[in-house]
Nanobody
Framework: VQLQASGGGLAQAGGSLRLSCTAS????????MGWFREPPGKGRDSVAV????????YYADSVKGRFTITRDNAENAVYLHMNNLKPEDTAVYFC??????????WGRGTLVTVSS
């Protein structure tokens, strides 16, 4: 099973980026998927989570109103639309998929750098 994240890069404060994560080797259509991030020198925190049929989403307080998580089960993919980026959003972003209620599958991460 592989989760391949892409779309990271350098953005200016106030700008936008869209992260994509495509899964292979297993379908996640019946499982929650999410995005997590690790700022430089800090631990990994949850950013956004979406349930299997997109009826429920969770966002960390720090990104509410700025980030949107979506998924396309036909493509076995999850996306993170990031708007009004701030320097504190600088981090390595990881996508993840659940199995039996646990975050079992992780992508390698994609770096997002936001300059002020």
């Amino acid at each position: 099973v592989q989760l391949q994240a892409s779309g990271g890069g350098l953005a200016q404060a106030g700008g936008s980026l869209r992260l994509s994560c495509t899964a292979s080797g297993r379908t996640f259509s019946a499982e929650a998927m999410g995005w997590f991030r690790e700022p430089p020198g800090k631990g990994r925190d949850s950013v956004a989570v979406i349930d299997s049929n997109s009826s429920y989403t969770y966002y960390a307080d720090s990104v509410k109103g700025r980030f949107t998580i979506t998924r396309d089960n036909a493509e076995n993919a999850v996306y993170l639309h990031m708007n009004n980026l701030k320097p504190e959003d600088t981090a390595v972003y990881f996508c993840a998929g659940q199995a039996m209620g646990s975050w079992k599958y992780w992508g390698r991460g994609t770096l997002v750098t936001v300059s002020s």
